[in-house]
């Protein structure tokens, strides 16, 4: 069984292929499911396959929920400021039910780019998007001088320049091992990890250049947001201020109205009433806790993360 498996999945001849799974380029697709349904005990068969199916269907409701949010809290409710919760809800479903439909039909594109290679189709498609965005976060936290519109304008021309290979590789899909490759040059000799390397420095270089040719942001803009302003002062604590209740504020007032009352009904036992007010007592403020963090933390988060970020960017490149 294990021998027929890896026959299948590891098949050479584009004729092979296509009797196999249907693409000329290769069975990879098929390499996960046969494991899991033919070398696998039926207990943990099943197991594997409801964590599939959970998987799947915890990014698919994510993706939809972020998406449907997006478009009615950002876009609907700015030109609908006076929408009611109702209409709110039954925007963000008919906008859902529009993304499932353009994700079924989005089907058959998945299927004919990259030659039918979902892990291809997916590797590539993240190279296109995603340098442009790691290019102004890093920016963004290690460079002071980074500012809103330098921001902007990398993201426009890295997602711009991204969507534009994208295309060309709907366009102009690979063709498979031994055949000659007619497409630009662009697509033939830069592969698409490699392209996302030079995404991500085209980006940081606009970003930076944009941001020199503009306004430089504040202090008080950059406080606390990036790696070289961090506060290590202490916050100075904030005044507390306790709630005033009408029945403390008005005493004189209480005082004079209840005097008139007070000696009609003690004029007979005058011993035994006392008409002085008592004192009354004032609540005690609740101590102040400060809002000091140490950086330390956050530091130690933050060399992680750039250890792990190098260890991608090295992963990415040498296996491309």
């Not at 027929?4 to 292929?17: F, I, K, M, N, Q």
Request: hydrophobic share 45%; net charge neutral.
């Amino acid at each position: 069984m294990t021998t027929g498996s890896l026959d299948s999945v590891a098949c050479v001849d584009p004729e092979e292929c296509v009797k196999v799974c249907g693409a000329e380029v290769g069975c990879s697709n098929i390499a996960f499911p046969k494991l899991v349904i033919e070398l696998m005990p039926s207990g943990l068969r099943g197991l594997m396959i409801a964590v599939m199916m959970a998987a799947l269907m915890s990014s698919l409701t994510s993706i939809f929920n972020s998406s449907s949010t997006l478009f009615t809290i950002d876009i609907w409710k700015k030109y609908r400021k006076n929408a009611s919760e109702r209409e709110l809800l039954l925007v963000g479903r008919i906008v859902t039910v529009i993304l499932v439909v353009i994700s079924v039909v989005w089907i058959p594109i998945l299927q004919s780019a990259n030659s039918g290679q979902l892990f291809v189709y997916i590797q590539s498609v993240t190279s296109y998007l995603a340098p442009p965005v790691t290019a102004v976060f890093v920016l963004a936290v290690f460079w002071k001088r980074t500012n809103e519109s330098g921001a902007f304008w990398g993201l426009m021309v890295g997602l711009v320049i991204g969507l534009t290979r994208m295309i060309l590789e709907f366009i102009y899909p690979p063709p498979r091992c031994g055949v000659f490759d007619p497409r630009p040059s662009v697509l033939r000799s830069v592969h698409y990890l490699h392209f996302a390397i030079i995404l991500c420095a085209l980006t940081a270089g606009v970003a930076v250049v944009v941001s020199l040719l503009t306004e430089p942001p504040t202090e008080a803009q950059m406080k606390n947001l990036t790696w070289w302003t961090l506060s290590v002062e202490k916050a100075t604590p904030e005044i507390q201020l306790q709630k005033v209740s009408t029945m403390n504020v008005p005493s004189e007032r209480r005082k004079n109205s209840l005097e008139p009352e007070a000696q009609d009904q003690c004029s007979l036992t005058s011993l035994f009433c006392n008409t002085q007010p008592q004192p009354e007592e004032t609540p005690k403020p609740r101590p102040v806790h400060s809002t000091y963090e140490n950086p330390f933390w956050s530091r130690f988060c933050c060399v992680n993360a750039i250890i792990l970020m190098c260890i991608n960017i090295f992963f990415y490149a040498y296996f491309a």
